[in-house]
């Protein structure tokens, strides 16, 4: 009898345990996404971000067409913007060389 109340004080231990790290684990969750650390891809995409539109501040219009120009960015930054033109409606657009023209 004795060795069955011990056994079986064991494995409730055993269970004890585990219940009350699998609460720790799951309480040391920060379950808001909108606290980033510094340093963090979020930091890195808004500095990536606010490199390729420094140039244009201002000049864009929500819903309307562009045809832009990449170059190569900074440390970090794979491409930024060069040059842009608005498409307007009515135009035929095509290359011509590096440039862009309307026939």
Do not use: N, Q
Request: hydrophobic content about 35%; overall charge positive; proline content about 8%.
């Amino acid at each position: 009898m004795r060795r069955a109340a011990r056994a079986l004080f064991v494995v409730l231990l055993i269970a004890g345990v585990g219940a009350v790290a699998y609460h720790l684990g799951r309480a040391s969750v920060d379950e808001s996404p909108a606290r980033v650390p510094p340093g963090s891809f979020t930091d890195g995409y808004r500095a990536g971000r606010e490199a390729a539109f420094s140039g244009f501040d201002g000049g864009w219009s929500y819903g309307e067409p562009y045809i832009v120009t990449l170059r190569r960015g900074g440390p970090g930054i794979t491409y930024r913007f060069a040059r842009r033109w608005p498409m307007l409606p009515g135009h035929t657009y095509r290359t011509c060389g590096r440039e862009v023209c309307t026939p």
